[in-house]
């Protein structure tokens, strides 16, 4: 009885929460790295995205350049396994950087802003019938009923630190550079599967209080991006 009044109120407030017109964000997802030599100028573009109303940017930081002589700073195992797993669901040989995969459909180089550009303007164009998704106060997210992915989805709390961060490299191929930075991701965790039906879920208390969350849907395994609910 308990279950079922929780989930007729997860999806009453989101209801409510929901405009039918809300037009979900772009999800741009950044994999760099301090040490590629090649990932600075890629950073900053990326970066620039964060101004626009309709994208959202998320840098994550691989560690498997570490190697090269410098250890970045923001860089965590999980995210390289993130981008393992994109590689895998979109056919990629391996990974590489400076990549940006577009609401978990499409991948390009950072490098090539012009194909960046178009796969974003191809993902804002393309129609979008997300699962309603409501924050429960400050410790809950609830996600609607909706369309399961063959193979299941998965629900993603991120983290991000929304200012812009210089880091000057000491070692490396990209020593005496200054690396901008901005979107850095720095928590990343998976809150439970999602089944196509209403379910709130837990969020783990923040590390950082200065930091933004935003909740992920998306077919298991670095499947499509179904949609995303960012904290204000």
């Known amino acids: 009885m308990r279950k079922a009044a929780l989930s007729l109120l997860c999806l009453t407030l989101a209801a409510l929460a929901w405009p039918a017109s809300a037009k979900p964000l772009t999800v741009v997802e950044l994999f760099t790295s301090q040490g590629c030599s090649s990932c600075g100028?890629?950073?900053?573009?990326?970066?620039?995205?964060?101004?626009?109303?309709?994208?959202?940017?998320?840098?994550?930081?691989?560690?498997?350049?570490?190697?090269?002589?410098?250890?970045?700073?923001?860089?965590?195992?999980?995210?390289?396994?993130?981008?393992?797993?994109?590689?895998?669901?979109?056919?990629?040989?391996?990974?590489?950087?400076?990549?940006?995969?577009?609401?978990?459909?499409?991948?390009?180089?950072?490098?090539?802003?012009?194909?960046?550009?178009?796969?974003?303007?191809?993902?804002?164009?393309?129609?979008?019938?997300?699962?309603?998704?409501?924050?429960?106060?400050?410790?809950?997210?609830?996600?609607?009923?909706?369309?399961?992915?063959?193979?299941?989805?998965?629900?993603?709390?991120?983290r991000y630190d929304p200012r812009e961060q210089d880091v000057e490299v000491k070692k490396g191929e990209n020593r005496g550079k200054t690396i901008v930075h901005r979107n850095v991701v720095r928590e990343l965790v998976k809150l439970g599967p999602w089944a196509g039906r209403s379910k709130a879920y837990r969020l783990p208390p923040a590390q950082d209080e200065s930091l933004r969350a935003v909740v992920i849907l998306q077919g298991a395994k670095g499947g499509r991006i179904l949609g995303s609910l960012s904290a204000k």
């Open 41 to 158: 100028a890629a950073n900053g573009f990326v970066a620039a995205l964060a101004d626009r109303p309709d994208v959202l940017p998320l840098t994550f930081s691989v560690d498997y350049w570490d190697y090269l002589g410098w250890d970045d700073t923001f860089a965590k195992p999980e995210f390289a396994a993130r981008q393992r797993a994109y590689a895998k669901a979109l056919g990629l040989r391996e990974v590489y950087t400076p990549q940006v995969v577009i609401d978990g459909r499409a991948q390009a180089p950072a490098v090539r802003s012009d194909a960046v550009d178009k796969l974003v303007t191809e993902a804002a164009r393309r129609p979008h019938d997300p699962p309603e998704m409501v924050f429960l106060g400050e410790d809950r997210v609830a996600v609607g009923s909706g369309k399961m992915p063959r193979g299941g989805a998965e629900v993603w709390l991120v």
